[in-house]
């Protein structure tokens, strides 16, 4: 177990949709990141927050977007929602040192119908 | 971002000690290498790190060549839990690219009993 939770652990959805997929870190971790595994892709980079900013910024869509709130915990929200959408998102965190280990969370699996 | 080459499969026997190669020619004398591993239907976890000595830790060895172009990492006595997709990563300095992690294909290692 990492620490890290992620909800909800799966989705289902049409297209068109909007969801919204959850994330709180591990206690102390400032930073939280997102990323995207799919079959084609492999696991991408989509964004970073720290403390409640965006620090970096990946090949995320428009459509996509991400927002870190005052208790640390972060959300992933994705509208207009494609079938190339379907996929597993990640969450890490990290201390945000200069060298540090980020720590996984279990995925939210999103299948877009 | 600095790319890494890894070969796409490798096989081991169970207890054997498996050497899992990593190419980064175009290595920066700021960048970190990061070995991360994803277990069947889990998050990515964190192996190791060094950016030039060799490094030992309770999972695994980390051994970078003197110029800095390939490492290796050694796992001591493989387990049939070992068996996963192993990421070889360069993480430049978390002050400037906010750390994110660039994940390539990766190395499948099975492990057989």
């Known amino acids: 177990d990492s620490g890290v939770t992620q909800t909800p652990k799966h989705l289902i959805t049409a297209t068109g949709q909007r969801v919204t997929l959850r994330c709180s870190p591990r206690?102390?971790?400032?930073?939280v990141y997102w990323y995207q595994q799919s079959l084609d892709q492999g696991l991408q980079f989509l964004i970073q927050y720290y403390n409640g900013e965006e620090r970096a910024k990946g090949n995320i869509l428009e459509r996509f977007s991400a927002q870190q709130f005052p208790d640390l915990h972060s959300e992933l929200n994705l509208s207009s929602l494609e079938l190339g959408d379907s996929a597993l998102y990640f969450c890490a965190s990290s201390v945000a040192r200069a060298t540090d280990t980020q720590y996984f969370g279990p995925g939210t699996r999103l299948t877009v119908l | 971002d600095a790319k890494t080459t890894q070969p796409n499969s490798m096989e081991s026997n169970e207890e054997e000690p498996v050497h899992l190669p990593c190419n980064h020619s175009?290595?920066?004398?700021?960048?970190?290498i990061h070995w991360y591993r994803q277990l069947p239907s889990q998050g990515p976890e964190y192996v190791i790190h060094g950016l030039t000595s060799n490094v030992n830790n309770r999972m695994a060895s980390l051994a970078i060549a003197e110029d800095r172009k390939s490492s290796t990492l050694i796992l001591h006595r493989a387990t049939l839990r070992d068996a996963a997709v192993y990421y070889c990563?360069?993480?430049?300095?978390?002050?400037?690219?906010?750390?994110?992690?660039?994940f390539g294909q990766g190395t499948e290692l099975s492990v057989k009993p």
């Open positions: 206690s102390g971790d400032l930073s």
């Open positions: 990563i360069l993480r430049g300095p978390i002050y400037n690219q906010g750390g994110k992690l660039i």
């Open positions: 175009t290595i920066s004398g700021t960048d970190y």
